[in-house]
């Protein structure tokens, strides 16, 4: 199997590379970080490709690009994500537009691409799109990234509805507070961090490894039947409220 990752340099996306990688595949890992993807994909024996994701026409070059060198393509797992915080009428459209930009536009557009692959080599195709927890549960000073995981959370819905007939399986992965870089500034701080443990039954973060593991369900043939999905791998925090 060929699997395009995006955002794999890091955190999630360099758990997913590894992830499949297990698994067998070929793995294509895309960052706007060249540096970081490239480690990731030597360790994984994969390709690493320069990809921002806001570019356009990025999507329908990281496809070419993964069928140039491998013939084909059979998953895409769309990790790249960007979130700014802060009071929501001080952020400012441009922050608001740079955090759909990247997390909504940036997913749709290599969506639609590996989508145009599947019609064509006709044999249907998985996508998971990583959403979050911030898609179901509204939190203070998270206005841009909230709106832009409900939208994520949508669009993966959209497409699978409007992609089923093409034997293309679409589901949304949704981590709640994981161990990456992206959460180093929550977790490091003693009193963030035990306010938001008080909200997760499990009382930990997750792992990125952890959230590597739904998404290989999802991009497996034991995931046939999964499509429209919204799987939340947040330690129990949305069942909780
Ligand atoms: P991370 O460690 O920061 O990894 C995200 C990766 O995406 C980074 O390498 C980042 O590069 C890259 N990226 C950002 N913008 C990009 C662009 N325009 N084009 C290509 N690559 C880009 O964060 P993570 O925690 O693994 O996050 C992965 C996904 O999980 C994101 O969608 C995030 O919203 C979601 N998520 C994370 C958590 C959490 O608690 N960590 C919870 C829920 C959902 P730079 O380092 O250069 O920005």
Redesign the pocket.
Known sequence: MISLV?????????AVARRLADRGDEVVC????LA?AEKVAAGVGGMALL????VAGAGQQAVDRTVERFGRLDTLVT?????RVGPAAELGTDTVREVLE??VL?TFDVAAAACRRFVEQGDGGRIVL?????AMIALPGQAA?AAS?GSVLMLGRSLAVDWARFGVTVNVV??????????AGTLGDPDRRAAMMRRIPLGR??R?EE?ADAVAFLASERASYITGAYLPVDGGWLAAG
């Not at 895309?30 to 970080?33: F, G």
């Not at 990790?79 to 979130?83: D, F, H, L, V």
């Not at 949704?174 to 959460?183: A, I, R």
Request: proline share 9%; charged share 15%.
């Open positions: 995006t955002g794999a340099g890091s955190g999630i996306g360099a895309a960052d706007r970080d970081s990809m921002d994701v806001t990790c790249a994500g960007i979130e990247v997390n940036g990583i959403g979050s927890v911030n990234y995981k949704g981590p709640g507070v994981t161990d990456t870089p992206m959460s973060p997750g990125p959230m």
